[in-house]
Every structure is written in C-alpha cells, then in structure tokens.
C-alpha cells in the first residue's frame, strides 16, 4: 500500500531508529473464566512499527484495509501510547505504522494486539523503563476505546505469553500460570458480535449454586494446568453462567461443540465474546481432525469461516529494532 501525502508528513516527522512488534491472538474467558481467564496463541500476528517523532502526540499510519480511526484518542493502539507517553515526558511523540492481520471483532483479541504491541514496541525504544505490568495498565486504557471496559484478560497473556490468571484490576494483580503442551483450534464464522453487545446481554444476578459450579470449574481448570492434568482440564472447561446467554448469537455453536469432542477435543467454548469458538486438544493431529470437524458444521450452514490450527504462545509480543524509515 502506497502512503498518501499525510502518511508521507508523518513520516517525515519521525527522528530515530524504530521498532517493530508482532502481538499474537488471544484467546479470554477461557469458557468459565470470565474476564480473568487468558491465553496467547501462536498465530495469527499483528505487525506494529513504533517509531519516535519530533510531533508532539501519537501519529498513526494504518497499512491495512480496516479503516481504522486515525485520531490517537480512537484509536486502540493510540490510546495505549497516549497512556504511555502521559508517563515519559522526555518523549515527545510517537508514529505508529500498523498492519492488522488479526480481523477486528472476531473475537481473538484483535484490539489487545493492537493496544499490546504498540506499548512493546514502544517501550522497546525505550530500553525496556517499564515492566510488564506498566505495559498492561497503558494497554488497557485501549481495550477501553474498542469496548468500553478496561478489562485485561486478552491484553496480559498478549504480552506475557502463556495462560494467565487476572486476580485484581484495582489493584492489577496478573498471575502467570503453567501450562502442559495445549494446540488449539479456532473457527472464526463470518459474523459480527459487538462485545458491547454480547456484554450488555449478560444477566446482572446469578443463582448461588451456579457461581458455586463455576468457581469449582474455574479452580479445577488453574489446577488442570498446574499439575498437567488434560482430563481436569476437560473437566472444567465448563460455563454455567456465561456460555448459555451468549452462545444464542452464534449460529451452530452447540454443534460445533459436540462434533469437535467427538473428534477428541478436550473441551473449549467462546473465544472472548465470539463469534470464534475455540477447541484445546492434547495433540496436532487432533487438533486438525477438531478443524474438520467445525469447518462441516459451517459448510454445512452455509455460513463462510476461517479456521486457525495453532497451540499456544509462551513468549508474548515478539519485538526487534528497525532503522528509521
């Protein structure tokens, strides 16, 4: 994609050495983890260049065909470097040229690789002054813009890789957690659902017994991990409270679900608040038998798809330096 002549401005205005960062995918909620639940993928990757610039503010150059909001303020990544430059007064701006891979609202954490990689990239250029935790709280205020919410169970398994457990948002408490070998398949049906949307149908009260159900999930799940446990996990892969609401605005999901364990799947469920729907299995082979096992229900349907066979991600946002443009 060529740049036009503002892309060619903001280029000019750039001071320095650069460096690019590529955020995988993520997968929230994890079925009975509700906002405190993560995991990061393989693939797919963003690709996100972070360059210093002697304008003051966040530039932004969007090398895709989304059409996403050039004004920092609306902007995912934009609004998590304003964030973090509100914290580095020896930097006076910052351009930012993105390449969206991960397809905005599919819900793989298309907009928590966008905030995430922009802040590693960024803080890269910046020998590494914040930690991790920083880097969450500045992505977060992204997660905001393409939700509403300040939630963080896409954004730190993004940035710390592997499966995390987000104890606190006030305070930020994030807890890796150890994983055995898990693939993962996903399928992305061509829908669109709003996580506004799949947010503002949830029920505000829940029944005692069912919260009882889903905390002994949610401790089975973290103990199924620990302790490499795949039938614990299984086990647990269980939503009492959640999956019912919102899996009414996914066409074929409970089919997806029985055919994808009957092909050996583990279990799995709503990939934050969907359309994708995502299967833990034990192996590669089963994971691309699950493939086929979701891509006949949406042929089926009549419904197109894209399915990713993948496993997850231990090493967060991969960064490295570039030269100025």
Known sequence: MLPNNQQVTTMMNITGAGAVAYPSATVANVVC??????????????????YLSDEPGVHII????YDLPTEAEKNVSG???LALLDETPDVKGLTLVSKKIIKPGSGIGSSAASAAGAVVAAN??????FSKDDLVRFAMFGEKVASGVKHADNIAPCIFGGVTLIRSIHPLDIVSIEAPPLH?????????VRTADARQILRQNVLLRDAIRQWGNIAGLVAGFIKGDYDLIGRSL???IIEPVRSILIPGFDEVKKLSKEAGALGGGISGSGPSIFMLSKDAETAKQVSLAMEQVYTRIGIDFHTH??????????VRSVEKL
């Open 79 to 81: 609004a998590a470097l």
């Open 184 to 192: 993962v398949t996903v399928v992305h049906p061509q829908i669109e």
């Open 309 to 318: 066979v993948t496993s997850i991600n231990t090493e967060g946002v991969r």
């Open 62 to 65: 969007n090398n895709d065909d």
């Open 33 to 50: 983890g509700f906002d405190i639940l993560g995991f990061a993928l393989n693939e797919p990757c963003d690709e996100l260049a972070v």
């Open 238 to 240: 269980e939503d009492v």
């Open 124 to 129: 890269h250029l910046l020998d590494n002054r």
